[in-house]
C-alpha cells in the first residue's frame, strides 16, 4: 500500500510541475560567439535571487578572454548604485556554440562547477535579440542590442518560448531607460 501512495504522489509530482514530461528544451543551430560579444540589454526574464538587487537597467556584457568569455552583468540598485557581477563562461558545446556554463565564482580559478547552464535557445539572424534558457526552464532571459524590442519580435519571442514549454507569465519585463517603465509578465503584453 506504501508503494501504491508513493507512485501516485510522483505521478502527481510529474504533472503539477510539467518539468518531467517537458521536451527536451532545443538551442538554436548555431552560435558565432564574435557576433554575439558585446552589450545585450536585458528585456524580460525569471526573476531570480542573484538579482534581487536589481530594480532597472540590467545589462550584460561579453568579451573574449583567452578561450573564455568574460561576462559583466551589471544593474541599477533602488539607492541609485550599479551593481556589477564579474564572471565566466566557456563553451560546453563546440559544433553549435550554443551551450555554455558561466560562473560568477572565482577562487583560485574559476570554478564552472557551481555555476549553471547558459544555452541560447532563440537569436535572430542578425543578432538583434537573444533568448537565454536553462534546460529544466526555471531560467530565461531576453537580451536585446537596444533598451526595447519591436512589438512583433516580443510576440514571436513569446510564443516560441510557449512551444518550448516556458510558463511566459513567470518572465517579467525589465525596466529599462528608453525602454519598460515597469514589470510586467511577459503573456500579459503579447495580449495588449
Same mark, same amino acid.
Given at each position: 500500500?506504501? +508503494? ?7 505521478? $502527481?509530482?510529474?504533472?503539477? *510541475? ?37 530594480? %532597472? ?15 559583466? +552583468? $551589471?544593474?541599477?540598485?533602488? +539607492?541609485?548604485?550599479? %551593481? ?53 526552464? *526555471? ?24 512551444? +518550448?514549454?516556458?510558463? *511566459? ?11 519598460? %517603465? ?11
Amino acid at each position: 500500500m506504501h +508503494n501504491v501512495k508513493l507512485v501516485k504522489w510522483m505521478w $502527481s509530482l510529474i504533472f503539477m *510541475t510539467g518539468s518531467a514530461v517537458a521536451a527536451p528544451l532545443s538551442t538554436v543551430e548555431q552560435v558565432d560567439l564574435q557576433r554575439y560579444l558585446g552589450k545585450w540589454y536585458e528585456i524580460a526574464s525569471i526573476p531570480q535571487f542573484f538579482q534581487r538587487q536589481c530594480v %532597472s537597467d540590467a545589462m550584460a556584457e561579453y568579451a573574449m578572454d583567452g578561450k573564455a568569455i568574460a561576462v559583466t +552583468n $551589471s544593474c541599477m540598485t533602488e +539607492n541609485g548604485e550599479r %551593481s556589477v557581477a564579474q564572471g565566466r563562461a566557456r563553451v560546453v558545446d563546440e559544433l553549435s556554440r550554443a551551450k555554455l556554463e558561466v560562473t560568477f565564482v572565482k577562487l583560485f580559478g574559476w570554478l564552472y562547477f557551481l555555476g549553471g547552464d547558459y544555452w541560447v535557445i532563440d537569436l535572430a539572424r542578425d543578432y538583434r535579440y537573444a533568448v537565454v534558457g536553462h534546460p529544466d526552464r *526555471t531560467y530565461a532571459w531576453i537580451l536585446a542590442r537596444k533598451p526595447v524590442l519591436e512589438r512583433e519580435d516580443i510576440v514571436a519571442i513569446e510564443a516560441r518560448m510557449r512551444e +518550448n514549454g516556458y510558463d *511566459t507569465c513567470a518572465l517579467l519585463t525589465t525596466v529599462q531607460a528608453g525602454g519598460p %517603465s515597469g514589470r510586467e509578465p511577459l503573456c500579459e503584453i503579447v495580449k495588449k
